[in-house]
């Protein structure tokens, strides 16, 4: 493992064309794996790990991952969230075993060894010995073996963490337009609506590609074509921060005129003028945002996804399971102050998105046809040209240009080369 | 009324066969049927355990209507992307859990098998319904079911109902 990016001596930018070319093995290859653990997940990035209103009260935990690294998210006496290593100073053990809960502190089962819940050790069983014998060596310092305490940082209610102490502040990695658009769904106090969990057997890549790709949401999913959800011929943007490492895709329902849609996606099999609903309550929503915006995935790299389709919200947080294989964990909310009837259209609304989502289910599906085409190959890659093929913002929605902003953003933290 | 005073034998016979009949229209892909087995202001709902223990709103399928179990199967058919794949369910024995005139509440276990075109076949939802069985018409329908799902990584995705 070296210290810096390895050079891309098959560099992703060659010839046969304008556009970038990502080779498939960056997909299955467990040398990139390890080495996006290292650079990335505990390197110089910043994680999501919850929303603060999931761990509202002190004491309240939740463990998850960055990465493949097992983590807890906490609640303080004092109100400050805090994220720490969920692993035990003492002999590696998972210190927190649940999903989440309330404790007052937070004890591994093993040996009872004892860590407040910023993650300071404060008890050892044993520790002066029994009757005169065994116990700890004099010199043994509580101060030097709480968990392993990382970098903290919430804006508009999300928490974030990194292991890096020299990542850049959080407003900063994210820039400021992501800041808004985070800002702009968290804009009042939100009550979480439940978790769905889906395991996608492909690499995480494939999904940060997904939905930074707004040319595929009206090929792939027919629900957003033919009722109009989402259209490539609506109003709307693809716009990156100014590292482009990150992606906000938007559009407009209702932007777009139906008679030109016949003719742009003439016989496509997404635009089915013919499939009709028996229960139309499903799409009877109400408008939220004064902006008319009525779609927001906003991609965060490096394991973030803020969306708004309809009046559906949610964070879909990537959690890596070795290079082919992902979990994607979906935590829906409303707001607090929603009525009846709102809570009743988000609840209509949730078949849209979800791991059985109408809409969603279908990128499970896409990811792994990709994996499943790609098992061992070296050599080949993909081809991403729409739009130009670089990372650049489009104020239309027939572009990858995100896309290539990820693969950007990956080549400076990664890298394309391989050591062997 | 199915029969007079039914005795709870005869209930959970009824009820035992409306859910081995509900498994069969899936595991044959005969969906288009499936509906049928439901009242039209019918509720039916998969949800995970995790969320249904905490009162918590988000299921992966949730439809109040006839309607939208019709939708759901159309979509199927016509609208969505999914791997090929089909479903065996075991079933447990249903348990008749209360009757208050012509509705039966009813607990049934449940395990979907799924095999894929490659032929492997893994446990695919594991969980239990919890039933409200309308015996009031010709045939016993399902007011409400609810599918509480223990296996809580859905398997790449899950568009048939459980």
């Known amino acids: ?420 | 009324m199915l029969l007079d005073t039914p005795s709870r034998y005869e209930l959970q016979q009824l009820t035992s066969e409306l859910n081995a009949l509900y498994a069969e229209l899936i595991d044959d892909d005969r969906l288009e049927e499936w509906p049928e087995l439901f009242v039209s202001d019918c509720v039916y709902t998969v949800i995970s355990r995790e969320n249904f223990e905490r009162n918590m709103d988000s299921a992966a399928i949730y439809c109040d209507s006839r309607g939208m179990l019709v939708d759901r199967i159309v979509s199927l058919r016509k609208a969505n992307i999914f791997p090929v794949h089909a479903y065996r369910h075991i079933l447990g024995p249903t348990r008749m859990v209360s009757t208050t005139g012509a509705l039966a509440k009813t607990q049934t276990n449940y395990a979907v098998l799924m095999t894929r075109t490659d032929g492997h076949t893994t446990i695919y939802n594991s969980g239990k319904y919890i039933d409200e069985i309308d015996l009031s018409g010709e045939r016993p329908l399902f007011r409400s079911k609810i599918a509480v799902f223990d296996t809580n990584l859905i398997d790449t995705m899950m568009v048939r109902p459980i």
């Not at chain 1, 969230?81 to 002999?91: I, K, L, S």
């Not at chain 1, 779609?295 to 309809?310: D, G, R, S």
């Open chain 1, 1 to 420: 493992m070296t210290d810096t990016a390895l050079p891309d001596e098959n560099t992703s930018r060659t010839a046969n064309g304008t556009g970038r070319r990502i080779p498939y093995r960056v997909f299955t290859d467990p040398e990139y794996h390890a080495r996006e653990q290292e650079k990335i997940f505990q390197g110089e990035a910043w994680s999501f790990v919850a929303l603060e209103a999931e761990v509202p009260e002190a004491g309240d935990f939740k463990s998850t991952f960055i990465g493949e690294t097992p983590v807890i998210v906490t609640r303080a006496a004092d109100g400050a969230v805090h994220v720490v290593v969920n692993r035990c100073a003492h002999r590696g053990a998972l210190v927190c075993r649940e999903l989440r809960g309330n404790r007052p502190n937070l004890e591994c089962v093993y040996h009872q060894w004892a860590y407040d819940l910023a993650g300071n050790l404060i008890g050892v069983p044993f520790r002066r010995g029994l009757k005169g014998q065994g116990g700890m060596p004099g010199d043994f310092d509580m101060k030097q073996h709480g968990l392993k305490q990382l970098r903290v940082g919430i804006v508009g209610g999300l928490v974030f963490a990194s292991f890096s102490q020299s990542v850049v502040p959080l407003n900063d990695f994210l820039g400021p337009l992501v800041v808004e658009h985070i800002e702009r769904i968290m804009h009042k106090p939100i009550k979480v609506l439940g978790d769905q969990r889906q395991y996608v057997h492909g690499n995480w890549k494939l999904y940060a590609e997904n939905t930074r790709d707004p040319y595929h949401a009206s090929l792939l999913h027919l629900f957003h074509n033919t009722f109009g959800l989402y259209r490539s011929t609506q109003t709307g943007k693809a716009l990156m921060d100014s590292e482009k490492r990150h992606s906000l895709l938007y559009s407009i329902a209702a932007s777009n005129d139906d008679a030109a849609d016949k003719q742009a996606y003439g016989d496509s099999r997404t635009f089915d003028t013919e499939f009709k609903l028996q229960d139309m309550s499903l799409l009877k929503g109400r408008q939220e945002f004064d902006d008319g915006i009525t779609l927001v995935i906003l991609a965060v790299f490096p394991n973030l996804v803020l969306q708004q389709i309809q009046n559906t919200l949610a964070v879909r947080q990537i959690v890596p399971k070795g290079q082919e294989a992902f979990e994607l964990v979906w935590t829906h909310f409303g707001y607090a102050d929603d009525d009846a009837e709102m809570q009743a259209i988000r609840r209509k609304q949730t078949n849209l998105i979800g791991p059985a989502g109408l809409i969603s289910m279908e990128d499970g599906e896409a990811v792994e046809i990709v994996q499943n085409a790609i098992v061992g190959e070296q050599q080949a890659t993909s081809f991403i040209a729409m739009g130009g093929g670089r990372a650049e913002d489009a104020d239309h929605l027939v572009t990858e240009g995100a896309i290539v902003g990820f693969w950007d953003s990956y080549e400076k933290l990664v890298g394309f080369g391989t050591a062997r």
